[in-house]
């Protein structure tokens, strides 16, 4: 396997320009005869699958929610960033690029984070004219709001339901297209397989989730926006039915899995309550604007919060990072959580959480202003918690939301195999090893609308593609190992349920592959996770057939995969022996405990091929270049 | 857009019992302040009921418009009734009303006993046919004779209870179903339904009350 | 401390299948779980005795993907105001309580499977006219056009909808006028959206219609069940722009509307 990035020559800021003129366009008459294939309809998926409708091409978009409006984008809380400097305090494209490279630990291709930098101001129009509600000033211009791990306030955003409402404006431009006919939705359609003939992602294998109809869907092209995995880790702040399964078996037919280790775990979400919990809910960032992160000093102070005085208390984030404070980037700030809480000085039911103490911004603010910025914030906290954060500072503690791992792809957004292109959360790029807040929605967008209908026109302009029958030896195939996978699941008849498996799995990838890493335990869940496998696959139980509606064997397809997917997981995380972002290993720290890279030997992005059954992935490297920013220790303080 | 079509939408239809509502909530207030003139005497009020003979062309203009009004609302209101009704084909074992008055829920019902209503009455006061003594341009005499029964008062009093009742939602409703909105007005809808539900029956039950209790006679 | 709770579940195995109640016990619950994951216990119980899980709709579980809804106790999304299901909580029921459980009933939301039902309906509307027409690229810059923050604001109200068919749900009439009338607002607020303003809810409220939802005649058990708390001035909104197009708009040209 040969990793292109084809990353175009020339001046980082010509380099966009220049590569979409280099392009080869079709035909605009010729569009209506290729056949686009859209899995997924988030942020990514919704834009990409209505602006390639508007472009010509036939496309169908597939998601395995009811509507297509439900995609996990819409649980995104905060904002969106973009380089317009409307307010004046300093911003650029550069400065985005150079603060999302630098957020992402040097681990992210400097082409395309530019090229992002320089697509967020176009996202922003874009959204405004559809009718996106953005925050506004009294002016009537719109207004901004800063987020962890900037300096300038460049995050645009609609209340604390951002995503929301941009999925709601790419959702309504796919409705246009579904009511023109130019788009064919599938919701509650889960894709189970690619189907590659001669070297190329020529469609793909679904099943119905009402009927259970496997079937082939054939196409000049496969775009996957299928989001992230984070809940590889069974409890997350993902959706319950965000899963691994597109993008891993996109693997298994060959697509490299770049930099899987990496994931994001967010500072701020609301601390497990019990064994039942299902998920985890995350409470916005930019209440980190606002409010102080704090622990008792004392370990073991269980006196209720407003009984421990200033002196007793350690706002931490503001004294070991004094210049970014309460709005360190992510991965720092759950650390320091982390640590906090390995202390003995956590608070709450069982020492895993720490104060997000709101006394202050109300004395300072005023009750009325805190509830204008953060009031549905507030209230889902207390709906869950039963606690009013008016009164009593909220419990926070880290949890898993972000993977910034995923299919590896170049400059086009092309996976390894021609033809299978992926963006958002999907695809490995632009986030390094850490992921910025408000910087998902503007990758999920700048994917979809602006980069994906450039770049596939060159690939369908370019690539031979013969018409495929659809009894094509390589289509049966793909049908059939389908069909195998689900009757075996449904035959195994153990014992154990999917979501036991799931819970057991979750556990201990949190334990050995979560917040902080050793060899040591990664050696230990590369040892357990088979054996788990192995035992999932002899003692699971499923009930009910495929031939209708079958939420448990939805998830035991999803299950299966989770299980192969962790030990890539865990065996990325072995091999990158140094800490960066969201990858930290405890043998790689500063002796204040901050993330040491290793830019000598790490700095690549780890591209894993899959290599059969059974046999040991194959690790290739794409070297990170840096023309134009300077590697240096990530410093917040 | 052609009146087919509008009449054709739910909402069309809306707006022609919303506009009904208009003319037959008019029309009631004429009626409730020409009813008070029995108070000044059988004079004022029978001289008023033959004046009104005096202009055929008014009487018979506003009781064409009445016509058409009450078919109009009651054929609308049951059209959207029967598609109401097939909008939920299964019915929730428990259902349990979070905001609606009893008034807005028994608006159907409510409308139907009204209708039964309105041809007894027109039978009884208007035609005479449902009157034991009835004579003609005599509302006085009419009135008086009648009310001195307890249960026709009776039903005057309950009819006037379902009145009320479908004024105080069926008045609300107009504004919202013509798109009278806005944050200075919304409190003022609400007040102006409750007045009229309550001061409109008032004012006709204070008749039979009265015809009861011994004042008319 | 632990909770008992007796439910009474619809079950229906398919779209055609006959349903019926089925008793459930749930003892050993917290109050401090969520509805949901109470019957991610239940369920959990019921696939370790080899049965067939309870099928209902469910992803964010943080109230904003509008997948979940159920007609808890005769109530949409249950007793707490302004709450989807997932987010409602045990502390809201007494312990020992019988909790019944059922679909959204309505025609234009066939079950698909006990508590799980077709909202596509939904969709279709907005597809009728529920978007701005803005193509990808070639529009102007974000300040370009200004938007008194009182209108972004009651724009944004109307738009917190999340689509989970609630209003329906709860609407003695089946009636979708809350969820139509929220978007129709949404963009009718906006300049942005004042262009396609006279099409967009001429088109919507036939679709409605055409869906086999039932008509409005303003109740307001709709703004009581919705999890956003959506007032029904928006229906006042949407009923006064209705009349507006029909009385003084044009009418649609063949082939003009260019969106299909």
């Known amino acids: ?637 | 857009m052609p009146f087919g079509r509008f009449w054709g939408s739910t909402i069309g239809k809306k707006v022609v019992m919303a506009v009904t509502g208009i003319v037959l909530v008019g029309y009631i207030l004429a009626h409730v302040t020409a009813n008070l003139l029995i108070f000044v005497g059988p004079s004022a009020i029978d001289g008023y009921a033959a004046s009104l003979r005096t202009l055929p062309v008014l009487l018979w203009g506003v009781r064409v418009l009445l016509l058409v009004s009450v078919v109009l609302h009651v054929v609308a209101a049951t059209q959207l009734a029967v598609l109401a009704r097939a909008a939920r084909p299964t019915a929730y074992q428990r259902f349990v009303p979070q905001a609606s008055s009893s008034a807005s829920r028994t608006m159907r019902w409510g409308g139907v006993a009204l209708l039964l209503f309105l041809v007894y009455h027109i039978l009884h006061f208007t035609t005479g046919q449902a009157h034991s003594d009835f004579i003609h341009l005599a509302p006085y005499h009419n009135i008086t004779t009648a009310f001195r029964v307890w249960w026709v008062a009776g039903i005057y009093v309950v009819a006037m209870v379902a009145l009320a009742m479908h004024l105080y939602h069926g008045t609300w409703s107009m504004f919202q179903t013509l798109g009278i909105e806005h944050e200075r007005v919304n409190a003022a809808r609400r007040r102006f339904a409750t007045i009229i539900a309550v001061a409109v029956p008032l004012g006709f039950v204070s008749v039979p009350i009265a015809v009861l209790l011994g004042a008319l006679r | ?260």
């Not at chain 1, 980190?288 to 984030?317: F, Q, S």
């Not at chain 1, 809480?341 to 069982?350: F, L, M, S, T, Y």
């Open chain 3, 1 to 260: 401390m632990t909770m008992h709770l007796k439910l009474r579940v619809w079950r229906q195995p398919g779209p055609t299948a006959a349903g019926r109640f089925v008793a459930y016990d749930a003892p050993d619950l917290s109050a401090d779980m969520s509805f949901l994951e109470m019957l991610d216990v239940v369920n959990e119980r019921l696939i370790e005795q080899g049965e067939a899980p309870i099928a209902f709709d469910h992803d964010c579980r943080e109230g904003i993907c509008g997948s979940c809804g159920l007609m808890i106790n005769g109530v949409a999304h249950g007793p707490m105001r302004g709450t989807a299901t997932c987010q409602l909580h045990l502390r809201s029921f007494r312990d020992g309580q019988e909790v019944v459980i059922e679909p959204w009933r309505a025609k234009a939301f066939p079950v698909v499977r006990d508590l799980v039902v077709d909202r596509s309906g939904l969709d279709r509307i907005i597809a009728a006219g529920g978007y701005i027409s803005a193509r990808t690229g070639g529009v102007p810059d974000a300040n370009a056009v200004l938007v008194a923050k009182d209108d972004a604001d009651s724009a944004m109200d109307a738009a917190a909808c999340i689509g989970c068919g609630a209003c329906v749900a709860a609407c003695p009439n089946a009636s979708a006028s809350l969820f139509a009338a929220a978007k129709i607002a949404h963009l009718g607020l906006l300049p942005q959206g004042q262009p396609e303003r006279a099409k967009r809810v001429l088109r919507m409220v036939s679709q409605m219609d055409m869906e086999a939802f039932g008509n409005c005649t303003n109740i307001g058990e709709c703004q009581e069940a919705c999890p956003k708390l959506i007032s029904i001035d928006v229906i006042a909104r949407m009923n006064r722009d209705f009349l507006r197009a029909s009385l003084l708009g044009r009418e649609e040209r063949v082939g003009s509307s260019g969106e299909g």
């Open chain 1, 1 to 637: 396997m040969e990793l292109r990035a084809r990353t175009p020559a020339g001046p980082l800021a010509e380099k966009w320009d220049r590569h979409r003129f280099e392009m080869k366009l079709v035909n605009p008459a010729n569009k209506r005869r290729y056949k686009v294939l859209v899995v997924g309809s988030g942020l990514a998926g919704a834009s990409a699958a209505a602006s390639l409708a508007e472009l010509g091409y036939q496309v169908s978009c597939f998601c395995f929610q009811d509507s297509p409006r439900r995609a996990h984008s819409i649980a995104a809380q905060g904002g969106i960033n973009a380089a317009k400097n409307y307010q004046n305090d300093g911003d650029s494209i550069w400065r985005l690029f150079y603060d999302t490279i630098k957020g992402g630990d040097f681990r992210a291709r400097e082409a395309n984070v530019y090229r992002l930098a320089q697509i967020s101001v176009d996202i922003i129009d874009q959204c405004v004219a559809q009718g996106v509600p953005f925050a506004r000033e009294y002016s009537g211009y719109l207004a901004n709001r800063s987020f962890g791990g900037a300096q300038v306030s460049r995050t645009f955003y609609a209340r604390g339901q951002t995503g929301q409402q941009l999925l709601l404006g790419a959702y309504q431009a796919l409705c246009k297209e579904i009511a023109r006919g130019t788009v064919l939705m599938y919701p509650r359609t889960e894709m189970l397989d690619l189907i590659l003939i001669d070297g190329r992602c020529r469609g793909m294998v679904t099943r119905n989730l009402v009927t259970g109809e496997v079937a082939a869907h054939v196409a000049d092209a496969v775009v996957l926006a299928t989001g992230g995995y984070g809940n590889v880790f069974y409890l997350s702040t993902n959706a319950r039915g965000s899963n691994v399964t597109a993008t891993f078996r996109a693997w298994k037919r060959g697509a490299a899995f770049g930099n899987p280790c990496f994931t994001q775990i967010h500072p701020t979400c609301i601390p497990v309550s019990g064994d039942y919990q299902s998920k985890l809910t995350l409470m916005s960032e930019s209440l980190r604007n606002d409010g102080r992160v704090w622990v008792p000093k004392r370990a073991g102070d269980t006196r209720p919060p407003h009984e421990i005085p200033e002196a007793e208390r350690d706002y931490y984030l503001e004294r070991k990072y004094p210049s970014f404070g309460n709005l360190s980037p992510r991965d720092i700030a759950s650390r320091a959580a982390k640590e906090a809480c390995d202390d003995g000085r956590g608070v709450g039911p069982g020492g895993r959480g720490v104060y997000l103490d709101f006394a202050d911004a109300i004395t300072r603010l005023g009750r009325q202003t805190i509830e204008e910025r953060y009031g549905n914030l507030f209230e889902m906290y207390q709906r869950i918690t039963d606690e009013d954060p008016y009164r009593v500072p909220m419990r926070i503690y880290p949890a898993v939301h972000y993977t910034m791992g995923g299919l590896w792809v170049d400059y086009d957004l092309m996976s390894t195999i021609p033809g299978l292109h992926v963006l958002g959360e999907a695809n490995f790029s632009d986030h390094g090893a850490n992921r910025l807040g408000a910087s998902a929605l503007m990758q999920g967008l700048a994917d979809g609308y602006f980069i994906i209908p450039v770049t596939i026109g060159d690939y369908l302009a370019t690539a031979k593609l013969d018409k495929v029958s659809a009894d094509h030896p390589e289509v049966r195939g793909a049908l059939e190992g389908v069909a195998r996978k689900t009757k075996r699941l449904l035959s195994i008849g153990g014992s154990r349920t999917v979501d036991s498996f799931h819970r057991e799995l979750g556990a201990l990838m949190w334990d050995k592959c979560g917040m902080a890493r050793t060899a040591h335990g990664l050696g230990e869940a590369l040892r357990r996770i088979p054996e788990i496998r192995a035992e999932f696959w002899e003692n699971v139980t499923v009930p009910g057939s495929d031939a209708e509606l079958n939420q448990a064997l939805e998830k035991a397809n999803r299950v299966a995969d989770f299980l192969e997917f962790a030990e890539l997981m865990c065996r990325d995380a072995l091999h990158r022996e140094e800490s960066c972002g969201g990858h930290f290993r405890e043998e790689h720290q500063t002796p204040d405990g901050e993330a040491k890279r290793d830019d000598e030997r790490f700095a690549y992005v780890a591209a894993w091929e899959y290599a059969g059954e059974g046999a040991e992935p194959v690790l290739h490297r794409e070297p990170l270049v840096f023309e134009n920013v300077q590697l240096a220790q990530r410093s917040y303080k």
